[in-house]
């Protein structure tokens, strides 16, 4: 492709590089593919060369390179959208998290700077009709061999939704002497909002007293109710492995992964299962439902992906999701 200024006489069929202004209203746009009548108005306005950009054998131009990459990375339960101003959208047609294939997303940022593609974070939770993901070309055109290698290193499905799948959660709430009814009440309220916004519900809800005995008790319960995942909310926050819920967890035949987190907040998530059902130790702000380490989770768990400790270690770049405490405050116990 060349680009510069050029020739009126030269210029039919070139595309307009900057938006020019003829006056009297009549605009010819940045993209523009010039026209015998566009000439004219170009000569009446006293203009003797246009910038310009001229295609040359092998380029692809920009709506048809951005449309063909566009189709290639996206993947399952998304969509590309017609391209327009060398631009392919890409949105999600289900509800569920994104999945990004990144070292795919990264190589082939590193073709050639002609063309780009960002994603969303990856295990954004989206709904149907959110933007996922956009491919962008540069300059008016670029080559074929780019645009064909960029499109093969994408073909894999670069940019994917996983969709949240209906399950049947359980839930524990302890209590200490002096609970209040109406703080358990509350905290069950959020997890059902929770579990619904996922697609979920909670099938069974159990209240006991802040004991090992009686948490296993409870966590044995929904497991042969088949509940899965399974939340432990204690009355007071998980700080160690020998803690009540994580003890009672073992007790059920549970096995313990991992127990913090790199998220804030959301530090005290516990991750546990016990054969194939996760079972989660629920860090205290998830009394509320402002997001913390634990949605990041639980929208994983949904989505039907598998959620390991390293998974869990990996989520600090991103994971500061509110003001961290500052010098002099009162620290959260609660995770």
Do not use: W
Not at 186 to 194: D, F, G, M, T
């Amino acid at each position: 492709m060349k680009f510069g200024a050029i020739a009126l006489d030269e210029a039919l069929g070139a595309i307009v590089g900057h938006t020019v202004h003829l006056g009297s209203g009549v605009v010819l746009k940045k993209g523009t593919a010039l026209a015998a009548t566009d000439l004219a108005g170009l000569r009446a306005a006293g203009c003797v060369h246009v910038i310009a950009a001229r295609l040359e054998d092998g380029d692809v131009t920009e709506d048809a390179a951005a449309a063909q990459i566009g189709a290639a990375a996206v993947g399952a339960f998304a969509r590309a959208a017609p391209a327009a101003t060398g631009r392919c959208n890409l949105y999600a047609e289900a509800a569920g998290v994104v999945v990004v294939d990144r070292a795919r997303v990264e190589r082939l940022n590193l073709v050639d700077e002609a063309v780009t593609l960002a994603t969303v974070a990856p295990f954004s939770p989206v709904r149907p009709g959110d933007m996922i993901a956009t491919v962008k070309i540069i300059p008016f055109a670029t080559r074929r061999e780019v645009v064909s290698a960029c499109a093969a290193i994408a073909g894999f499905a670069a940019v994917t939704v996983a969709p949240f799948q209906p399950c049947s959660a359980g839930l524990v709430l302890t209590r200490l002497p002096g609970t209040k009814e109406s703080v358990l009440d509350r905290a069950a309220a959020a997890q059902r909002v929770r579990l619904s916004r996922l697609g979920g519900a909670i099938l069974r809800e159990i209240r006991r007293d802040h004991h090992e005995a009686a948490a296993t008790a409870a966590i044995r319960e929904l497991l042969e109710a088949g509940c899965a995942p399974i939340l432990l909310l204690g009355a007071s926050a998980i700080v160690d492995r020998r803690d009540v819920i994580p003890a009672a967890i073992e007790r059920a035949g549970g096995v313990l992964l991992h127990l913090g987190m790199p998220v804030d907040p959301g530090n005290l998530l516990l991750l546990a299962q016990r054969g194939a059902t996760p079972i989660l130790g629920v860090p205290g702000c998830a009394r509320s439902l402002k997001r913390s380490g634990f949605d990041m989770v639980l929208e994983r768990l949904a989505a039907g992906l598998p959620v390991t400790r390293a998974d869990v270690m990996t989520m600090g770049v991103g994971g500061l999701l509110g003001e961290a405490p500052r010098e002099g405050d009162e620290p959260s116990a609660d995770g």
